[in-house]
């Protein structure tokens, strides 16, 4: 797989060692990571598979720093760095991205303003106007979204396929050095799904940033190719494979890598 | 409550009641008779409790500091002797202050238990004469207005004209040449009573009566200063006219009355801003805003009030509007300790069309009690309320509304929507939406939001690289766009500006 990364790219590396992490519920407290080793290098694609309430969300909500999770164990390395001791606006200046499953609607807040907000911060300094106008417009034809978008509030009254699409939008300019996508298939018709991907691909193509792709279904590989694919069941990784893997899932289900007694359909 | 009032200045020792009677030319004074303790003392206040607010300096202060406080007849009369008003003025006024002793206290909205009219100074005159330029103003005075940038906006045509009231006068008030020769006026009330006697008779106390409310009717007793403006048949006067109103003394009971006409046919803006000292005690704003919209005529009353948190604000605005006539308020209610504020509009012609945007910001230890009243009084009327409050830290906003819409005011349409926002978890919001419908063939919606700045929302804006702080200020402006989008630019910035200030002090 190491052949993916070209050279004319920086090599870049995030490593998850031991990762603990819970949440607080009515009940008390929930322990949901249960030390998951994952190790991901610029390039390569990582499809986590697994069940309803596996803990995959959570995994992703860790990494990105959602204050909801609380983290027990382990770390975060990006390039060395731990991402687990940073702020999440300092995750994101550091590289990662995450695609989220639900985009959140920020009412009154324009795309347009606030997506070159986010490129000043990532990148540290305003793109010059012409530049960014340019790589915009360009950007969003390619994910065939209506110029006036940009006007529109951010995910405000976007229909589910549109906000996904914003969220690949966002991929493609904050050129992140790793990707987390979160069930950015769920909600998505076939040509949705077909634009959101190439979408990706292209942002991979031209960025070189790693992927972990999260997904329930094995749908949205068959458009982004794994190089990688792990199955996620109770709160850790149970077994790795090539894209193979994924088919064989597709065939035999999860219920194999529940606990006893447990059935997918039962949890769902 | 205010039996026992009228019963304590009636009990008041002979002395002290002499001492009322001295003339008003003690209200005017050197102004370089500055306390400097007191000075000291006072920024001491600004820095424990300024938390952001950048309005609260005071000048030297010796006019305020003579001025005496509370009020009954004598100083109704002696404020009414010393503007040589006309009898009719000095009656209205007496009236004013009969109907406010009779009235009782608002048994809604905002705590007033704490409020005493007599904790107030009614009359404090900084200047003998109003200012030709602001280089005549006392240089404290000018370098407040400097501060302000008031001078700056004037100089660079922002507006068509500007009127400062500092304490109970307008001490500066100007009017671009070209709009005072086609007929248009603006003065501050005082001298229209003196120069254009017979149309503020014709129009004061016609819109907003003496015996309204009590705060309006206290206002009738006292009132001083304010602006006059009275635009002739279709002239429009495209640039806005801007009043500043700054209350600079310990204690003081700000009461400007301010009247506009805009006769067929024309159109006119005007905007207000509002800033006060911090002090550890209270003051008292209770304007009167009296706008009558004659056929096809349009106005836009904006107000950007940012007031020191110790101030109640308690102001009653109404327009009237005829025929085809259109009545805009735009009202940004940030400062204050606590306000209650529903701009009105009497629906009175056929096809009169009226909004009321407002945005309200609650901070710790505010109450914004604010929102609108439309009255249809005529077939095919129309309004639209949107109301916006925001609280945090603890600080509580109320919209406040009324539509009413009688039998044979046909083909209205009326809209009411509200949203508010809550920043933190021990912030209050609350709606009183009253609709009082008697007519079947009209149109009315309302609808009512409550969200809170989640979680969620901070979370998505951090993850694309924005900070938590800038996040909150994004939310926040965005909240509040639909609103600045209404104002003119720099108004626009300023109310911005001011938000950012309030949220700011919350985070920090």
Redesign the interface.
Known sequence: MAEVATNVSEQHTLEIRGLRAGVQTKEGRKEILKGVDLTIHTGEVHAIMGPNGSGKSTLAYTL?????YEVDGGEVLLDGQDLLKM???E???AGL??A?QY???????SMTN?LR??VT??QGSAPSLRQWVEELSTEMKRLRMDPKFAQR??NEGFSGGEKKRAEVL?MEL?KPKFTIMDETDSGLDVDALRIVSEGVNHAKDVNHFGVMLITHYTRILRYIHPDFVHVFADGHFVRAGGPELADELEESGYDQYLPEGVSESAQA | MAENKQALTADKPANERESADVEMGQYVFDRTRANDDKIEADEKILAEFGNGYNYGWHDSDAAGQAAKKGIDENVVREISADKHEPEWMLDLRLKGFQAFLEKPMPQWGVDLSGFDAQDFKYYVKPMDHQAKSWSDLPPDIKNTYDRLGIPEAEKQRLVAGVAAQYESEVIYNSIREELASQGVIFCDTDTAVQKYPDLVKKYFNTVVRYNDNKFAALNTAAWSGGSFVYVPKGVHVTIPLQAYFRINTENMGQFERTLIIADEGSYVHYVEGCTAPLYSTDSLHAAVVEIIVEPHARVRYTTVQNWSNNVYNLVTQRAYVKEGGTMEWVDGNIGSKASMKYPACILAGEYAKASTLSLSFAGSGQYQDTGAKMIHLAPHTSSTIVSKSISKGGGRSSYRGLVKIPKGAFDAHSSVSCDALLVDEFSRSDTYPHVDVREDEVTMSHEATVSKVSQDQLFYLQQRGIEEREAMGMIVRGFVEPISRELPMEYALELNRLVELQMEASVG
């Open positions: 990105a720093g959602h204050p909801k702020k999440p606006y995750r994101a200046r991205f995450l989220m985009p959140v609607e920020v009412p009154g807040v606030f907000t986010a911060e990532v509030s951010v966002q904050l």
